[in-house]
């Protein structure tokens, strides 16, 4: 719908941009800042591995509630998300860390080199809210519109498991070198 109207009439931009809640802007500068965090090479502890996850989860979470709660279709959505967050989550923890990621058990902390994929999926997850938003503003009864609550909860899922998928792939290297602490002789095996 907003990409439509904007592709039509460019100069809808600037109202739609006006009428934007200035909170919403506060949260795209965090967002951006987390993101761009993870674009640079950095030691971080376990607990801060999975904030990026968590927090992206919960607002997807809250996108698809914020949009699709009321909706009778509600049960549908949250099985469309939960259908995309397991396939990415299973595709993507299969995956092997990225070249130069280490764990260090005697300091607890992982050492990950930069990456623009973090940043990338969530602003994909921002700009599906936020274009959510502007949709269901002009036209309340898409959320009721079962292709386009499907599709936009999917979506939500993909990007979900996604960054879920690649914590786990780093959960993974963490357990393989505590064990490869204990038992030299057992290689990891990228399945």
């Not at 959960?171 to 057992?186: D, E, F, I, K, Y």
Request: proline share 7%.
């Amino acid at each position: 719908m907003l990409i439509q109207l904007v592709a039509q009439h460019p100069q809808a931009l600037g109202t739609i941009l006006e009428h934007t809640p200035t909170w919403v802007w506060g949260l795209l500068a965090m967002l951006l800042a987390l993101g761009l965090g993870q674009t640079r090479s950095r030691g971080v502890t376990l607990p801060r591995m999975a904030l990026v996850p968590l927090v992206m989860t919960g607002l997807s979470l809250w996108g698809m509630v914020s949009a699709f709660g009321s909706s009778p279709l509600f049960g549908y959505v949250l099985l469309a998300w939960t259908t995309g967050a397991v396939i990415m989550l299973g595709l993507t923890a299969r995956l092997a860390p990225a070249a130069g990621t280490r764990f260090d058990a005697a300091s607890g902390r992982l050492y990950l080199p930069g990456s623009w994929v973090p940043l990338a999926l969530i602003m994909g997850i921002f700009l599906t809210k936020y274009i959510v938003g502007v949709d269901l503003a002009m036209q309340p009864v898409l959320a009721h519109d079962a292709p386009y609550a499907l599709v936009v909860s999917g979506l939500y899922g993909l990007f979900s498991g996604t960054l879920a998928g690649r914590t786990v792939c780093l959960w993974r290297l963490v357990l393989r070198s505590g064990s490869a602490a204990t038992s030299p002789a057992m290689p990891f095996v990228n399945p």
